[in-house]
């Protein structure tokens, strides 16, 4: 047999094979992947040397696609999230697509994991939801793969798409709706650990709660509280906002995460609600809606959310190259809370 045919039958296996690892840590390799050890890439690179291989891109071409995506969320714990899996869904299931899903836990160095695993898995597109993966970084998978991302602000963007609710707009509702009241005193609680991260929508409700009371001449009336991340013990922080002296009239929260909490430690006070305390959350998640809460609250429409973003992964997995940038205008849901 000619060496020239011998060559031609080195296929990635073949270097796996040779190297002694697996086809996922030679395709890590060559694609540069997040967390390969120099003792890897060296074994893998003097395999491929050795050996001569050299990727196919017509044999990649005829893979064909494998009909599954992956839906990677931030967290499992937060009640809005499955409105948007649904909406997902809904598109995803009639197109014939399975899911593989996987949870990043707020922590970008899990995110890329998962991400580079779903990959490997020759997944056809990603959907990131809240993403905590810096921009510079996404843009890098998505020269991989298509991507879409939910709930993150990056509209200069060119590799991928993003899907949002209008942050700014729905902070400016919920101020609106304050001042409404005849509140002046309104302070915004958020998570104190965003200051990096413009992109999260945090950030991006504290812009619109501060442009709304700069022009409601209330720019020396602004107070931005900070509370630990959800999921991390933050009683005592909580009582000290509504125990204190100069506690504010109302309050804005950038998530139902943090507003109903908020809501159950005022009663626990023997706050009354509005009178002492006016309370708007955002993301109308299904306990607001409960009578026990009735908390006022910022509809994205998730589901809504979910559709736009499943619909932008196939058109960019049917070939769109140019970016989509796309925001959905939310809504405030009135209740007993103000």
């Given at each position: 047999m000619a060496?020239?045919?011998?060559?031609?039958?080195?296929?990635?296996?073949?270097?796996?094979?040779?190297?002694?690892?697996?086809?996922?840590?030679?395709?890590?390799?060559?694609?540069?992947a997040?967390?390969?050890?120099?003792?890897?890439?060296?074994r893998?690179?003097?395999?491929?040397?050795?050996?001569?291989?050299?990727?196919?891109?017509?044999?990649?071409?005829?893979?064909?696609?494998?009909?599954?995506?992956?839906?990677?969320?931030?967290?499992?714990?937060?009640?809005?999230?499955?409105?948007?899996?649904?909406?997902?869904?809904?598109?995803?299931?009639?197109?014939?697509?399975?899911?593989?899903?996987?949870?990043?836990?707020?922590?970008?160095?899990?995110?890329?994991?998962?991400?580079?695993?779903?990959?490997?898995?020759?997944?056809?597109?990603?959907?990131?939801?809240?993403?905590?993966?810096?921009?510079?970084?996404?843009?890098?998978?998505?020269?991989?793969?298509?991507?879409?991302?939910?709930?993150?602000?990056?509209?200069?963007?060119?590799?991928?798409?993003?899907?949002?609710?209008?942050?700014?707009?729905?902070?400016?509702?919920?101020?609106?709706?304050?001042?409404?009241?005849?509140?002046?005193?309104?302070?915004?609680?958020?998570?104190?650990?965003?200051?990096?991260?413009?992109?999260?929508?945090?950030?991006?409700?504290?812009?619109?709660?501060?442009?709304?009371?700069?022009?409601?001449?209330?720019?020396?009336?602004?107070?931005?509280?900070?509370?630990?991340?959800?999921?991390?013990?933050?009683?005592?922080?909580?009582?000290?906002?509504?125990?204190?002296?100069?506690?504010?009239t109302?309050?804005?929260?950038?998530s139902?995460?943090?507003?109903?909490?908020?809501?159950?430690?005022?009663?626990?006070?023997?706050?009354?609600?509005?009178?002492?305390?006016?309370?708007?959350?955002?993301?109308?998640?299904?306990?607001?809606?409960?009578?026990?809460?009735?908390?006022?609250?910022?509809?994205?429409?998730g589901?809504?959310?979910?559709?736009?973003?499943?619909?932008?992964?196939?058109?960019?997995?049917?070939?769109?190259?140019?970016?989509?940038?796309?925001?959905?205008?939310?809504?405030?849901?009135?209740?007993?809370s103000?």
């Amino acid at each position: 047999m000619a060496d020239g045919d011998s060559e031609s039958r080195v296929t990635i296996r073949t270097v796996a094979a040779d190297a002694g690892v697996s086809v996922a840590a030679v395709s890590k390799v060559m694609r540069k992947a997040y967390g390969v050890s120099d003792a890897l890439r060296l074994r893998v690179e003097a395999s491929i040397e050795k050996l001569g291989y050299r990727p196919s891109v017509a044999a990649r071409g005829m893979r064909g696609r494998t009909f599954t995506l992956g839906v990677l969320l931030v967290g499992i714990d937060n009640p809005f999230l499955p409105g948007i899996y649904q909406g997902i869904e809904s598109i995803t299931e009639a197109a014939g697509y399975k899911i593989m899903v996987g949870v990043g836990a707020a922590r970008a160095r899990t995110e890329a994991q998962l991400i580079e695993q779903m990959i490997d898995n020759r997944m056809d597109g990603l959907i990131l939801v809240a993403s905590q993966i810096a921009g510079e970084t996404l843009e890098h998978y998505a020269r991989q793969i298509p991507i879409v991302v939910v709930g993150h602000h990056e509209p200069a963007a060119q590799g991928y798409d993003t899907i949002n609710n209008n942050d700014q707009m729905g902070a400016r509702l919920a101020v609106r709706a304050l001042l409404d009241k005849g509140h002046r005193d309104i302070a915004f609680v958020t998570q104190s650990d965003q200051e990096d991260h413009f992109a999260d929508v945090a950030p991006q409700r504290e812009v619109g709660y501060r442009a709304a009371m700069a022009e409601a001449g209330l720019a020396d009336r602004i107070r931005v509280i900070g509370l630990p991340q959800h999921g991390v013990p933050r009683d005592a922080e909580i009582d000290a906002i509504l125990s204190a002296t100069d506690r504010p009239t109302a309050i804005f929260c950038w998530s139902d995460l943090d507003a109903i909490p908020i809501l159950s430690a005022a009663h626990r006070l023997g706050l009354r609600i509005p009178a002492d305390l006016a309370l708007i959350g955002y993301d109308n998640s299904p306990v607001a809606a409960l009578s026990m809460v009735d908390l006022t609250s910022i509809d994205q429409d998730g589901p809504r959310l979910g559709k736009i973003a499943a619909e932008a992964l196939f058109s960019r997995m049917n070939g769109r190259k140019i970016a989509e940038h796309i925001e959905i205008d939310p809504t405030l849901i009135l209740r007993g809370s103000i």
